[in-house]
């Protein structure tokens, strides 16, 4: 038996570091909202006991050190179920950007597997066995529009009546998620209004939103690369409603009220960048 799974990236409606825990991660607040944009995954189950990934990009790595690959293995070992499965990954979403590539292809994994072997796991334990592998993993498996919360794998749902297309651009950097935290460690810095945040996405109120929504890594990366800066400023020229960074970045997502003006503006942007696309909230 085979799946064929999109693997749905996430951008991060605001993003708040509330400060650094005993356990050396840190506290988070944040609205996390699934988008379309995806990479695409076919997993196919054998009784060979071997798991085999290909993929599309050669940057991906030795296929054991991935994260796909690691949820198949977890998949296998907390279920103690005697198979394998053969993965073919299609990606789309560009690694280490901010929009939770990894974790989205881990999540696929762990929702296809389960749903192939005839659900031995409820949503809810394949959230604490994702959470192993990351963070961001119990959102991508849930999906969805979520106020996400602990190291973000306390998960709230939101009612998000707004209706947005999103332009992503990826800027030609990297941006290392420790640094980033450290360099938050160091700094003081303003923070989101959540609890507004929300209100206004319920409301479908992108101005309201716009005036209390922000994301506190903006804070220190952007004066290291000003090239975020620069994407957001080139959104905003093309009438975008909201424009902001994704997670400890370097991505830049734009909201639009249409897919054709969030195309456009994806397609006619001319400066350096090294990843991106075009989805919607979902």
Avoid at 138 to 159: Q, R, S
Avoid at 164 to 170: M, T
Avoid at 228 to 247: D, N, R, V
Wanted: with cysteine.
């Amino acid at each position: 038996m085979k799946m064929k799974i999109n693997a749905n990236a996430k951008i991060n409606l605001t993003l708040d570091v509330c400060g650094k825990r005993d356990d050396g991660y840190h506290d988070v607040s944040m609205v996390m909202q699934e988008i379309s944009f995806c990479d695409e995954l076919e997993v196919n189950i054998n009784d060979t006991g071997k798991i085999t990934l290909n993929c599309n990009e050669e940057t991906l790595g030795k296929p054991e050190n991935t994260l796909t690959f690691r949820a198949s293995k977890l998949f296998f070992d907390a279920s103690q179920i005697k198979g394998g499965c053969d993965i073919t990954l299609t990606q789309n979403i560009p690694m280490c950007a901010g929009l939770g590539a990894g974790s989205a292809d881990a999540a696929a994994v762990l929702n296809s597997l389960n749903t192939l072997y005839g659900n031995p796991f409820t949503q809810t334990k394949l959230c604490e066995l994702g959470k192993t592998l990351g963070a961001d993993v119990p959102f991508c498996i849930v999906g969805g529009c979520m106020l996400a919360e602990g190291i973000g794998e306390i998960l709230t749902p939101i009612e998000n009546n707004m209706k947005k297309w999103v332009a992503l651009i990826k800027p030609d950097i990297d941006i290392s998620t420790v640094e980033a935290y450290q360099m938050m460690d160091s700094k003081d810095y303003p923070h989101p209004d959540n609890k507004a945040a929300i209100e206004a996405l319920k409301n479908d109120d992108i101005e309201a939103f716009s005036k209390v929504a922000l994301n506190c890594f903006d804070f220190v990366t952007s004066k290291i690369h000003p090239e975020i800066e620069a994407i957001k400023k080139y959104f905003y020229e093309k009438g975008c409603s909201f424009s902001m960074m994704s997670g400890s970045g370097p991505t830049v997502f734009a909201l639009f009220d249409s897919f054709d003006d969030a195309k456009k503006a994806f397609d006619e942007y001319s400066g350096s960048f090294s990843g991106g696309g075009v989805g919607k909230f979902i």
